[in-house]
């Protein structure tokens, strides 16, 4: 019987560790999770007054309290899968809605060190930055958004341009060397604001879809394929500026 009861709490903290390390940002399955969690808890102590000694209860109460530790401190980890960038510091959150034109909000805010102004991504890449904090809440504005311009540079080359957000169609990068070598399949990534903020360095943005020569013009423009999957958001990061900055 207790041997039955071991395996049935393992059993439901893997669950709620799969739950909690998901990508999809549905609040009311990790809270489920939890559920679970505790109402085998809660059988598993009944059982053990039924059948053990207060001495076994006591040392099973403190197996418990450990697992639950380790189950609430997962969440860390969620963090480096988000991919961080080494030297920052980043806040795990889940994309809970889809606000006006390319904007989404996320599930931490201000409480969490969450500011404006600050770079928000994924393990893909760079997702936008975050325009509005409230407590518990924030809101992100996309890199496909219109009003999006960030400093970017080719992976490859190093050569500098900016990526703009266009609606409908993705990205467009702008090189500030027109004859600079640029084909398809060549990585962009964020070349860094001043003091890390909105955008910190080395972020992926996308890749070079095609490359179009403006009429007239000497100029080339590259659209660009986002990193990340802006249409499926979960779980993301926002990196957190140092304190004072």
Do not use: C
Request: proline share 6%; hydrophobic share 45%; aromatic share 2%.
């Amino acid at each position: 019987m207790k041997r039955a009861l071991v395996l049935l709490v393992l059993g439901s903290a893997v669950l709620l560790v799969a739950i909690d390390r998901t990508l999809t940002p549905l609040t009311p399955v990790r809270a489920a999770g939890a559920s679970v969690y505790g109402a085998v808890e809660s059988a598993f102590a009944t059982a053990t007054r039924a059948f053990g000694g207060q001495d076994r209860l006591r040392e099973l109460e403190e197996e418990n309290a450990a697992l639950r530790a380790r189950l609430l401190s997962s969440g860390t980890r969620s963090v480096a899968r988000a991919g961080v960038p080494d030297g920052h510091r980043g806040v795990a959150a889940h994309v809970v809605g889809f606000g006006r034109g390319q904007s989404v909000t996320i599930d931490a805010g201000a409480s969490s060190g969450v500011a404006r102004d600050v770079t928000v991504l994924n393990a893909d890449g760079l997702v936008g930055k975050v325009t509005w904090a409230g407590p518990a809440t924030a809101s992100v504005s996309l890199i496909t958004d219109a009003a999006s311009s960030i400093g970017a540079r080719m992976a490859g080359s190093g050569e500098l341009g900016v990526v703009t957000g266009v609606p409908g169609e993705g990205l467009r990068l702008s090189l500030f060397d027109p004859n600079a070598p640029i084909g398809v399949g060549d990585e962009v990534v964020t070349l860094g604001s001043a003091g890390g903020r909105p955008y910190v360095g080395g972020v992926p943005i996308g890749t070079v879809a095609a490359v179009r020569s403006e009429p007239g013009t000497a100029t080339r423009t590259a659209l660009v394929r986002p990193a990340a999957r802006l249409s499926a958001l979960g779980l993301v990061a926002v990196i957190v500026p140092p304190p004072g900055k």
